[in-house]
């Protein structure tokens, strides 16, 4: 019985060593490829670009599109700041998707809205639209908002598309400040596409926009965040934006560009049928349709990655509201998994067939149940008494190291870079919470993914659910 044992102990733990060696060399390869793109793409960022044409009259058309839902806290700022933008040719479409709180009548009194006759083209399905309104002022002719009766986030955007005008649409949250020049930075992969290789979406980097300063929707002065939990989060996105997606965006592999800050080709867009409207991971589930459509139709096509910081967003402050937003993002990680399943290891698909979707499967959903299965498996062992002790601490070490490096590696990555945080004091903290990141912020991610994999297979869930926010304004105030 005890050789038994030993033999079931020998290969799980052999298993475990070459599933964790192969996550460690995937994401250092990862970080290589983004280093040499970052660097290509800081040295270009210093030729002169597309500043006139996008200056003129005749730039593509784009339409923003900002889904609302009780953002009353934020809305008047957030879209005086989106009508600030650096663009030519732009149009503002603010959606509100059924309210409960006074985010419709604060928009109304704000920018002086009156109620409009509108046709709506509806080449996508949505829920009802309650209304459209326009501003009287004439500066703000760019400016429309949609009521409608609450369909989530995808639906929202639905209605939005059918309203919108331009050529090319941004998704962006009505909770994120957006970089001034954003427009004119995203729009240049489609630009530089040829008909050859058509450009169907751009990303930009997010950043996280707790205890900075902000002033009518505009960020004014940068700081770390207060809190531990946020601070964490800025480690979190730092890797996955600057070491993930921007290699994923070389080797035309990334499959998610953030709801956040998207600019899409609306006429794909359109002929995949819009937003999934039952989804929770409505952004991830789009980019991968999109994908689909054009590989079907052997039509060759890129998803572009843009680099710089281009919107600041709110982070959960709080736990349980943290643990919500990770419960959500990956049940849609889960649902875009599997309703496009057979994508994985096809060929016919290419990078995404064969290296994109299996490593979302291996790396990103299944990592965290092999790891609970893992943390499982050793405690029982340790009860048994065949715990290999001197291994559990090495690989316990190898994997802690990794960490700690990896997460090293992105900041300074980004402090050379960008240069966000000019305050030497600001990369100090970054180090110091890249070292506590592990113990304390990795188990709540575990236990986050874990929840929402137990939420989507066992309780069937489905709903979007609410996240409690303090209010962009009030993010550079400390929080007691």
């Known amino acids: 019985m005890d050789i038994v044992a030993k033999l079931i102990s020998l290969w799980v733990e052999t298993l475990i060593f070459y599933y964790a060696s192969a996550i460690f060399c995937v994401y250092l390869g990862l970080g290589i490829i983004s280093a040499f793109v970052l660097r290509k793409y800081y040295y270009m960022s210093k030729i002169p670009d597309y500043n006139e044409v996008l200056s003129s009259p005749f730039a593509p058309s784009i339409s923003i599109l900002a889904p609302a839902y009780n953002e009353g806290l934020n809305i008047v700022e957030n879209v005086k ?26 928009l109304i009194t704000a920018f002086e809205l009156e109620k409009i006759s509108f046709v709506v083209d509806e080449r996508i399905q949505s829920a009802e639209i309650r209304g459209i309104y326009k501003s009287r002022k004439m500066a703000m002719n760019n400016l429309t908002i949609i009521d409608k009766i609450n369909g989530g986030k995808a639906d929202a955007l639905n209605a939005g598309l059918n309203v919108s005008k331009g050529e090319y649409f941004i998704s962006i949250d009505a909770d994120s400040i957006i970089d001034p020049y954003a427009l004119q930075k995203m729009v240049k ?18 950043r996280i926009a707790n205890s900075c300063e902000i002033e009518d929707g505009h960020l004014v002065k940068i700081h770390l965040p207060d809190k531990l939990l946020p601070l964490f989060q800025v480690l979190e996105y730092n890797r996955s934006f600057l070491l993930g997606r ?24 359109i002929a ?42 709110e982070a959960p402050g709080k736990v349980k509201h943290f643990v919500r937003q990770r419960n959500r993002w990956t049940r849609g990680t889960i649902e875009t998994l599997l309703r496009h399943k057979g994508l994985f290891m096809n060929p016919k698909y290419g990078i995404m067939g064969l290296v994109s979707h299996p490593f979302w499967v291996l790396f990103e959903w299944l990592a965290p149940i092999l790891e609970l299965f893992g943390i499982l498996y050793f405690i029982i062992i340790a009860i048994l008494g065949f715990a290999n002790w001197p291994y559990f601490f090495i690989v ?79 993010l550079g105030k400390k929080e007691d």
């Not at 992969?189 to 997010?206: N, S, Y």
């Not at 980019?287 to 843009?306: A, G, L």
């Not at 990794?402 to 100090?428: P, Q």
């Open 272 to 313: 995949c049928g819009g937003y999934h409207r039952h989804t929770v991971g409505e952004d991830m589930e789009l980019v991968v349709r999109m994908r689909r459509y054009m590989t079907d139709h052997k039509e060759k096509y890129k998803v572009e990655y843009i680099p710089d910081p281009l919107c600041w967003t």
């Open 246 to 269: 921007l290699a994923w965006s070389k080797l035309n592999g990334l499959l998610i560009v953030s709801g956040a800050l998207g600019l899409f080709d609306k006429e794909i867009v």
């Open 396 to 474: 316990l070490f190898f994997v802690y190291f990794f960490s700690v490096a990896f997460t090293t590696y992105s900041i300074l990555f980004d402090h050379v870079a960008f240069f966000r945080y000019k305050k030497k004091g600001m990369v100090f903290r970054q180090l110091f919470a890249a070292l506590l990141e592990p113990v304390l912020f990795h188990p709540l991610v575990l236990y986050s993914a874990i929840k929402g994999n137990f939420d989507y297979f066992v309780l069937r869930k489905r709903s979007w659910g609410n996240m409690t926010r303090v209010g962009l304004n009030n």
């Open 189 to 206: 992969p489609f630009l530089q596409g040829t008909k050859e290789k058509r450009v169907i979406a751009t990303g930009g980097v997010i």
């Open 81 to 106: 700041a989106l009508l600030s933008l650096y663009y030519a040719n732009f149009e503002v479409i603010v959606i509100n998707d059924g309210s409960k709180d006074d985010t419709l009548e604060k």
